[in-house]
């Protein structure tokens, strides 16, 4: 009798998963990642989320919950060292037994150079970043400024959440980016999960002719604003423009942690009369009082620009909603 209890648990498995092996326990980091994830995985399971809500990788803190996940998990899907540093140490000492995935060294993704400074010129008009990076008050740049010394090279700084030497880390934002880590995703669950790697192989692929449509989409939608030169809360969004020809004249904020003080906003509403923007956008998960206050008295108008999904719902549609949310709230503005 004793012989046949592996293939009667392995029949019992069976019938309750569809499939003798259970899929892998995967967790991703934030909204898009975990689209992006979901959108491979299918019906074959749901991956876990850390970042969730509203919430920010900027200055989120891990929950009881969040560390049971990574205990648990065989996979971990994020973008990196130099974005989720809330999530570097818990990686090493919490999900020692999962593979953990760095979507940043996908093959085939470039991360741009990090822009150095608020200065407007220098993001828009091909001036050396490094000219400018002193044009901020203290009010703004006293966290730069506490840890390193700045007759450093800028490639050694950490300014505040951002590894100067990783790159700028925001590179969801351009859908060929995703393209690549929708590949990297199924790569990897393919390899731990063979038993399902034809379906994951043909849900990336789907993934893909769809992320091709929301960029025919998205270039036609923001065709009418390229060039029209606009303000933005931090900077978060050179892979978008890249993509799709946009200008972005300056930010509001080095550091989404670190909030401008009266001598900067004085700049910043200056700077907006000089160079003709007509939009300043803040973001839903820092204060958007403080863009009020930039655009009164000038003649542009303030927006909201949502780069990581704060108000939508996860799942496998919330990266093409992100990025539509992104040209709707630009076209809303500019056009």
């Known amino acids: 009798m004793q012989k046949f209890t592996l293939p009667l648990a392995a029949f019992a498995a069976l019938l309750l998963t569809g499939t003798a092996f259970a899929a892998p326990a995967v967790v991703a980091s934030t909204k898009p990642v975990h689209s992006l994830v979901s959108a491979v995985m299918g019906d074959v ?50 999900s020692g037994g999962a593979e953990v995935v760095e979507l940043a060294e996908a093959p085939g993704i470039t991360l741009l150079p990090v822009r150095e400074g608020g200065a407007f010129e220098a993001h828009s008009h091909g001036e050396d970043a490094h000219d400018h990076d002193h044009d901020h008050d203290h009010d703004n740049d ?15 700084d950490d300014h505040a959440g951002h590894d100067h030497g990783e790159g700028d880390m925001h590179f969801w934002l351009d859908p060929e980016n995703a393209k690549l880590m929708v590949t990297q995703i199924a790569a990897t669950l393919s390899a731990a999960d063979p038993e399902n790697a034809a379906t994951y192989q043909a849900n990336a692929e789907a993934e893909q002719v ?30 978008f423009e890249a993509r799709f020809g946009l200008e972005v004249a300056g930010t509001v904020t080095v550091s989404p942690e670190a909030m401008p003080g009266a001598a900067r906003i004085d700049q910043l509403r200056a700077r907006v009369s000089e160079l003709g923007a007509t939009c300043v956008f803040a973001e839903p998960n820092f204060e958007p009082a403080i863009v009020r206050t930039i655009v009164e008295g000038t003649e542009a108008s303030a927006g909201v620009l949502d780069p990581e999904g704060a108000a939508l719902t996860e799942g496998p549609n919330l990266y093409p909603e992100l990025l539509r949310g992104l040209a709707s709230g630009l076209l809303d503005c500019l056009g």
């Open 45 to 94: 399971a749901v991956p876990d989320l850390i970042v969730r809500g509203s919430a920010s990788p900027h200055n989120y803190s891990l929950r009881p919950s969040d560390a049971a996940a990574l205990e648990s998990a065989d996979i971990v899907f994020w973008t990196g060292h130099g974005m989720e540093l809330f999530l570097a140490d818990a990686l090493d000492t919490l």
């Open 142 to 156: 006293h966290d730069l400024d506490h840890d390193h010394d700045h007759a450093h090279d800028h490639d050694h």
């Open 210 to 239: 769809r992320l091709d449509a929301l960029t025919a989409e998205l270039g036609d939608t923001l065709a009418p604003i390229a060039g029209k030169p606009f303000i933005v809360f931090h900077d978060a969004y050179q892979y």
